[in-house]
């Protein structure tokens, strides 16, 4: 099952453009031709968000009042609108669910390094996908703990005694679900990378990776925010959580950035998404979405060359953009913008 057609009216810089699509999609185009915001585009239709922006208004082309994208996937056509004034509405059905798009652009290429907030959406974003019910909790999770904080600055102690019950049930569960899922995949990922056609001088780097997650507290929940509860008082906002958790990716015990080039640091998020996308298919046949924005940069030619080799076994459909034709590998299909 794939996307193979998608009509885009009024959405960025796109006034009404009709676009055929295969299973490998190679998008070129200058800077500025809209290659992100077609990639925006395809990331729409399967969420229902931009990864670019929080406001839905500020995709629609500045010279209109609405923008709608049609898309058609397994022969069956869906339908989304948004104006100015009201909310985003689908005809033919949701496939929200049903789908995962994941996007690596320059963004994702601070995964490593960016503050612990990038990294802690990004695990929520893939178990969302993962655990059915993980995105129900992740939601009362937010209301308990924004309920917490708003206790702890009213100095409410019925309220707060009642919220903290809830905030750390919901924290263990989420907890629980997300160290079994980060366990399974530091299990897994070095025979992995192991199996594949990578130089030996990067093997041997990435063999050193060692992952590690700090799940906001040490030992129990509750009593380490009865004895932080003066200071959450004064602050105004719980310390401890899941809300302060980090994913730390080392080499040798050192930051990555230490170890790596950009281009390194590039071709391991790579293969994190692809293990990921390995891992997803075996729940989840051919629901993968893979976009990839401007994949040259930061890489050198051997680096890409090894990046594109990788990606020829990549199980999901694949949105590469690009400001020169990657002549060295085959496309379904080229779109020059």
């Known amino acids: 099952m794939s996307l193979s ?25 200058q800077n500025g031709a809209g290659k992100s915001s077609f990639l925006e585009a395809i990331f729409f239709i399967f969420s229902k968000k931009s990864f670019r922006t929080s ?15 049609d898309a058609i996937l397994d022969g069956k056509k869906f339908s989304f609108t948004k104006d100015l004034s009201s ?15 994941l996007v690596l652009n320059n963004f994702s290429l601070n995964l490593l390094e960016a503050p612990k907030e990038n990294r802690r959406s990004f695990i929520d974003y893939l178990m969302f996908h993962v655990e059915h019910d993980y995105k129900i909790n992740h939601l009362k999770f ?31 569960k ?3 679900k997300k160290l079994g899922f980060i366990d399974s995949f530091l299990k897994m990922f070095p025979s992995y990378v192991d199996s594949l056609s990578v130089p030996e ?8 990776i060692s992952i590690t997650y700090d799940k906001g507290w040490k030992d129990s929940l509750l009593e380490e925010l009865r004895e932080s509860f003066v200071k959450d008082q004064t602050r105004g906002f719980t310390s401890l959580g899941p809300q302060t958790s ?43 979405i893979f976009l990839l924005d401007d994949l040259p940069s930061e890489l050198d030619e051997k680096n890409l060359d090894l990046a594109l080799n990788l990606l020829k076994d990549a199980d999901c459909q694949l949105f590469i953009t690009s400001l020169e034709n990657l002549e060295k590998y085959e496309f379904d299909f080229v779109i020059d913008l």
């Open 5 to 29: 057609k998608i009509n885009l009216n009024n959405f960025r810089s796109f006034k009404d453009s009709s676009f055929n699509l295969k299973k490998n999609n190679l998008i070129l185009g």
């Open 55 to 69: 406001s839905p208004n500020a995709m629609i082309n500045f010279e209109s009042n609405f923008f709608k994208v």
């Open 87 to 101: 909310s985003i509405k689908s005809k033919e059905g949701n496939i929200q669910n049903d789908f995962m798009p």
């Open 142 to 172: 937010k209301k308990a703990l924004a309920q917490r904080n708003r206790a702890l600055k009213k100095s409410s102690s019925s309220e707060l005694k009642s919220w903290t019950k809830v905030f750390v049930d919901l924290s263990q």
């Open 174 to 176: 989420l907890t629980k």
């Open 201 to 208: 001088h990067l093997k041997d780097k990435f063999k050193e």
């Open 246 to 288: 980090d994913l730390s990716v080392k080499i040798k015990k050192q930051d990555s950035g230490n170890i790596l080039s950009r281009g390194e640091q590039k071709l391991l998020i790579l293969l994190i998404y692809l293990f990921f996308i390995k891992a997803y298919n075996a729940l989840r046949p051919n629901k993968i």
